[in-house]
């Protein structure tokens, strides 16, 4: 079970469509504590863990913390052509749901933390955090974030086919609600129409200039209308409507500021559903750039410097460890998150070990 494709498809086989990551830490948790890690799972609800292992963390350098999530999105209305719970294997290629985003991830992260373990460290050692819920919002990050302790560094494997990402834009989704009071179709002067309030709203937000330059690697912030709906029936003046709203951030924009812009452009009662900061590292920051030299020795790529187009539970975790450098590397590929036939390369999982396993032991001094 310590080889990482065994692992892969353990974790697999356990459904945590939205439920049961608990269960998928089971598969994980003798290991580490085989291992020498000391183990404590915290459900934010029953069933919903997030596990936090610690091992020789009783340095004067902080350990270096590696984390992945382990809940996954619902399947879709497509059919699958393999098991979406059996981790399937085909040439180079392990098929599931949540292989790519992001089981593949977790088992590199367990299977390089268990070989590392092996050895006595003379630096550091490691924290895992393996969460539940990151998929809606990071709840189980957040339910974990102040029970940390000082940190090191931050590595989350997330899809990037084993490239170094240094952080991710922000995500600040928004509810914007019009109300009115309804009245008869036929009447509407006697009315307040929600529909209408709203439809101007969105256009408004729709036209919003953001008023900062676009970030070197991140490029500029995104708003995009992605849901409305109101109105009781059509011989009816509607009394609220609803749109929901998807904003990307880059590095230095503030949601607390952006929010209030938004709301006062809108005209209709915003509130926030999700609110996760961008995450960003100088590429220039030492033990970034060693470990995307690593990265770059076991994969063969250039150096390119990129950013992931999608938010990761960093943007609670680096916040909470006190503002780490942070890089996202995950063997999944990441067109692959969320599809129908979900699969990861199985020669991706392997360097993803290899790196992860070099970047824990020149971190932690073996």
């Known amino acids: 079970m310590t080889d990482a494709l065994a692992l892969t498809r353990a974790l697999t086989a356990v459904d945590t469509v939205g439920h049961a990551e608990s269960a998928a830490l089971e598969v994980v948790a003798p290991l580490l504590r085989d291992a020498g890690f000391r183990l404590e799972v915290f459900e934010h609800e029953p069933g919903r863990g997030t596990l936090v292992a610690e091992w020789e963390t009783g340095h004067d350098v902080p350990p270096l913390c590696l984390s992945g999530h382990v809940d996954t999105v619902p399947l879709g209305g497509a059919p699958w052509q393999c098991d979406p719970f059996a981790g399937e294997t085909d040439g180079d290629r392990v098929y599931g749901r949540g292989v790519s985003d992001m089981k593949a991830g977790v088992a590199a992260i367990v299977t390089a933390a268990v070989t590392v373990a092996r050895s006595r460290p003379r630096r550091a050692g490691l924290r895992l955090v393996l969460t539940a819920a990151e998929e809606t919002g990071s709840q189980g990050a957040r339910f974990v974030a102040d029970r940390l302790g000082p940190s090191g560094p931050l590595v989350i494997t997330e899809p990037t086919a084993n490239a170094a990402f240094h952080g991710h834009k922000g995500a600040l989704w928004l509810e914007a609600l019009a109300t009115g009071v309804t009245a008869h179709g036929s009447m509407p002067h006697l009315g307040d129409n929600a529909v209408v309030k709203l439809a101007a709203a969105v256009s408004r937000l729709a036209e919003y200039r953001f008023g900062v330059e676009p970030h070197p690697v991140m490029g500029p912030p995104t708003l995009n209308v992605g849901t409305f709906t109101g109105g009781l029936n059509t011989n009816s003046v509607p009394d609220r409507a609803v749109a929901t709203v998807d904003v990307r951030t880059v590095a230095g924009q503030d949601h607390a500021a952006l929010l209030e812009s938004l709301a006062a452009v809108a005209g209709v009662e915003v509130r926030p559903l999700i609110d996760l900061p961008p995450v960003w590292t100088d590429p220039g920051d030492e033990w970034a ?54 699969w990861c390369s199985i020669t991706r999982l392997a360097e993803s070990v290899e790196i992860l396993t070099r970047v824990c032991a020149g971190w932690c001094g073996i």
């Open 289 to 342: 750039a060693a470990a995307a030299e690593i990265v770059r020795e076991v994969t063969g790529a250039g150096g390119e410097v990129a950013t992931a187009t999608y938010f990761t539970d960093a943007s609670v975790l680096t916040p909470a460890l006190g503002g780490v450098p942070t890089l996202i590397c995950g063997p999944g590929q990441p067109e692959q998150a969320h599809v129908t036939d979900e």
